[in-house]
């Protein structure tokens, strides 16, 4: 066997030296391969020859097995890259994909509605999320491994251990740890290839329109109807689409904002704050564990369809998901025009 290997070796070398192209000098090994194969299956057991490469030819069929399932494999990655460069999308913040991250993002590249292009809008894009609790932790999750190039989270709260058993991004030992650098370091350690910004702080009215032009769209996951209408509003005013998803206890709903592209704003459905004791917390009233963790990837999904293009985003569309009896509802929602945010109606 050692005496093919050095010939083998030799071949190449030879190649090498003349300047013969790399595909023809594989091409003289594989013919080399061939060759003692055919010997092996062809002479009797006892030949010399075979006795000198190895007596049997399982051992160089098990080898030619493997060199074809690495020359698929980078068949294949070939392929990928050649599909993820196609469409010649601009890249504004960050270069072509590398290896890794074609081969971290393959089943999203194969996806015709995504795709290259898709991908790379996907790289480019920066999305920020308000909240790093039960519906920010799969939110940010799901948009990291997406690939999602910059990911801002504002929140003020630290990790408690209450929070653990539905805020997943964050584990036992993150307890007393400010959430934002929590849910950063977790998503950091699932892609390297994300930017994540957290903003240890309240989001206030103050910063909330500076905060927002650096980013493409907003999330909210927040548990407040005061945080939720200040979000809106800077939403609208700086023509961000809003993502917003809301939990209690077994239900979860969530809807796309967007009335730069026809769809009503939260105040159109939602215009008054509930008094006090009307809409009772998570932590009053409890919630599901995993309901979050539905309701999170479901906004996700919205990003990435919104950045993508790719489907129908809830644009003018309310899903309700009552977890308890595994039922999802659409209601169709409008917007109006004597909204106090985005209506086109001036009040009398």
């Not at 809409?279 to 990003?303: F, Q």
Request: hydrophobic share 50%; aromatic share 6%; glycine share 12%.
């Amino acid at each position: 066997m050692l005496l093919v290997l050095i010939l083998a070796g030799v071949l190449w070398g030879l190649g090498a030296l003349l300047g013969t192209p790399r595909r023809l000098r594989w091409g003289m090994i594989a013919f080399l391969w061939a060759g003692v194969v055919l010997m092996h299956l062809m002479l009797p057991a006892a030949s010399p020859l075979r006795v000198a490469t190895g007596g049997s030819a399982a051992l160089w069929l098990l080898l030619g097995g493997f060199a074809a399932l690495v020359l698929i494999y980078r068949a294949g990655l070939r392929r990928v890259r050649a599909r993820a460069e196609a469409g010649n999308v601009p890249v504004e913040r960050s270069g072509a994909f590398s290896d890794a991250e074609l081969e971290r993002y393959a089943r999203h590249i194969v996806l015709r509605e995504v795709g290259g292009p898709g991908q790379k809008k996907l790289k480019n894009a920066s999305v920020l999320v308000i909240g790093a609790g039960g519906l920010g932790s799969p939110v940010m999750s799901y948009l990291g491994a997406a690939g999602v190039g910059t990911i801002g989270v504002i929140d003020d709260d630290v990790v408690d251990l209450s929070n653990l058993q539905r805020q997943v991004i964050h584990r036992d030992a993150d307890i007393g740890v400010p959430k934002v650098h929590s849910a950063a370091a977790a998503v950091r350690a699932l892609n390297p290839h994300v930017e994540m910004r957290p903003y240890a702080r309240r989001l206030t009215e103050d910063i909330a329109a500076d905060l927002f032009a650096d980013y493409d769209m907003i999330l909210d996951g927040t548990d407040n109807f005061a945080t939720r209408h200040l979000v809106n509003r800077t939403a609208v005013a700086t023509g961000k689409p809003l993502i917003s998803g809301a939990l209690a206890q077994w239900e979860g709903q969530l809807s796309v904002f967007d009335p730069a592209n026809g769809a009503p704003c939260y105040a159109c459905i939602f215009p008054d704050i509930p008094a006090e004791g009307l809409a009772p917390s998570c932590a009053e009233a409890g919630v599901m564990g995993p309901l979050p963790g539905v309701i999170g990837a479901m906004m996700a999904g919205e990003a990435i369809k919104l950045i993508t293009g790719a489907g129908a985003p809830l644009r003018g569309t309310l899903l309700i998901y009552d977890a308890l009896f595994s039922d999802a509802r659409r209601i169709q929602i409008k917007r109006r025009a004597d909204c106090a945010v985005c209506g086109t109606k001036e009040a009398t």
